[in-house]
């Protein structure tokens, strides 16, 4: 970045350093290197703290992203995922029919037919998956065995 601006004609004045034109004489490089590294460290604690934060909430149980709580749920008052009866029955139903063989697509036909609901097969497909019928939302694959 140093050379870019180098070449398009910036030049930096420091007035503490006399106001003389710094890009010449090695300071802008010094400059740029602390400040980058300033940068870069708070990047790393910024991430760090977001990440303490997460583990924290989901030691709690709450939910803790997207636009909308998996199938089968909603997020309760305390931000925690609560079952919800009705797309659990749905869930059931989706499981039995591909116990029977159908496709996602097919399930989400019967699913539109049976309950009026328009439902994705990639959304049929998650609320089906091992880890997340026996171990619950948010469970990573390994979790189910």
């Not at 050379?3 to 004489?25: A, I, P």
């Not at 992203?65 to 659990?88: K, M, T, W």
């Not at 029977?100 to 097919?106: D, I």
Request: hydrophobic share 40%; glycine share 12%.
């Amino acid at each position: 970045m140093l050379q870019r601006f180098k070449n398009q004609g910036v030049k930096l004045y420091l007035m503490d350093l006399g106001g003389d034109d710094c890009t010449s004489n090695g300071i802008i490089g010094l400059v740029f290197t602390i400040m980058s590294a300033v940068a870069q460290f708070e990047r790393e604690r910024i991430a760090e703290r977001i990440s303490d934060v997460k583990v924290n909430q989901k030691t709690k149980g709450r939910f803790l992203g997207g636009q909308r709580a998996p199938f089968g749920y909603r997020v309760g008052d305390n931000g925690q995922l609560v079952s919800d009866p009705d797309e659990q029955a749905l869930v059931t139903r989706m499981g039995a029919l591909r116990h029977e063989g159908h496709s996602l697509r097919k399930i989400a036909d019967a699913i539109k037919a049976d309950a009026g609901r328009n439902v994705h097969p990639e959304t049929i497909k998650r609320a089906l998956s091992a880890a997340y019928v026996v171990a619950g939302p948010g469970a990573q694959a390994g979790d189910a065995s």
